[in-house]
Antibody, heavy 121, light 107 residues
């Protein structure tokens, strides 16, 4: 059974930093691309970042402006999101999601339960 | 950026009624359109992949259709457990985007 379990969310002051983790199990982690998607309170879904299976290809949403860094440790079956210079508008539930591809057509098939990041003084 | 526009934003429906939600893309995305269901305080769950293929374990009352720019999610004979917000999502072109969501309420 595919399982994704996020952790690391908490209350942080504006300008602060936080590192989110996502522990994966039930599948060959290194074979899958992974993503972070966030959801502000009462709002819709926003894609945040992508990382390839080997960690060599990375993409970010333009709105992040270099403040976030995605990484992975395949030996530990873990995905990370380092978040710096946090702003109130970064307040959201952060989900990790597995990306499944079939003949170059891809989608996000499994999601974790999410971890809440609150940026407030 | 490909913008996905869903309609309606909200729908209040009686059990056993049919529900139709549409998603329009700002440019053609072929069949790379997927539907998710998000129940309150839960993470999104994949319902329909590649516009019309049901994901594993999804009840047969859920179906999808469309291609290019216009897509539809249909729930036949709505059940109480289907109360949720439904999102469409495109994974063709970065940044990957989602529709704004359609909340389905049970009357």
């Amino acid at each position: 059974e595919v399982q994704l379990v996020e952790s690391g969310g908490s209350l942080v002051q504006p300008g602060g930093s936080l590192r989110l983790s996502c522990a994966a199990s039930g599948f060959s982690f290194s074979s899958y691309e992974m993503n972070w998607v966030r959801q502000a309170p009462g709002k819709g879904l926003e894609w945040v970042s992508y990382i390839s299976g080997g960690g060599t290809t990375i993409f970010y949403a333009d709105s992040l402006k270099g403040r976030f860094t995605i990484s992975r440790d395949n030996a530990k079956n873990s995905l990370y999101l380092q978040m710096n210079s946090l702003r109130a508008e970064d307040t959201a539930i952060y989900y990790c999601a597995r990306r499944y591809c079939s003949s170059s057509n891809c989608l996000l098939d499994y999601w974790g339960q999410g971890t809440l990041v609150t940026v407030s003084s | 950026e490909i913008v996905l526009t869903q309609s309606p934003d909200f729908q209040s429906v009686t059990p056993k009624e049919k529900v139709t939600i549409t998603c329009r893309a700002s440019q053609s995305i072929g069949s790379s359109l997927h539907w998710y269901q998000q129940k309150p305080d839960q993470s999104p769950k994949l319902l329909i992949k590649y516009a019309s293929q049901s994901f594993s374990g999804v009840p047969s009352r859920f179906s999808g259709s469309g291609s290019g720019t216009d897509f539809t999610l249909t729930i036949n004979s709505l059940e109480a457990e289907d109360a949720a917000t439904y999102y469409c999502h495109q994974s063709t072109s970065l940044p990957w985007t989602f529709g704004q969501g359609t909340k389905v309420e049970i009357k």
